[in-house]
């Protein structure tokens, strides 16, 4: 089992910036691939960036690509997501996720979720 805490949302005004964590415990993260997601109020949860376990492979989503980027530390057991050029469309829940079989960007392919922190970006 895998648990996954995240931290660091917050409220910014546009263009600023924030870094997520996800931190994990109760099993080391450097056999899983990494992912965010993020779930707006009535939307449903979508894709953000993920990360390969080694560090060398990453994508993101068209909507947060220059902007939003992901980096691991496995001897930490932790994940982040470093946030940059807020817009107020980015306002949601972020959630990180662990995926040991590949790197997805369904919400289906990752096994461990963390319960999310809230991102308000003002205009």
């Known amino acids: 089992q895998v648990q996954l805490v995240e931290s660091g949302g917050g409220l910014v005004q546009a263009g600023g910036s924030l870094r997520l964590s996800c931190a994990a415990s109760g099993r080391t993260l450097r056999r899983y691939a990494m992912g965010w997601f993020r779930q707006a109020p009535g939307k449903e949860r979508e894709f953000v960036t993920a990360l390969s376990w080694s560090g060398s492979s990453k994508y993101s989503s068209d909507s947060v690509k220059g902007r939003f980027t992901i980096s691991r530390d496995n001897a930490k057991n932790t994940v982040y997501l470093q946030m940059n050029s807020l817009k107020p469309e980015d306002t949601a829940v972020y959630y990180c996720?662990?995926?040991?079989?590949?790197?997805?960007?369904?919400?289906?392919?990752?096994?461990?979720w963390g319960q999310g922190t809230q991102v308000t970006v003002s205009s």
């Open positions: 996720a662990a995926d040991m079989n590949g790197l997805g960007s369904q919400v289906y392919e990752y096994e461990y």
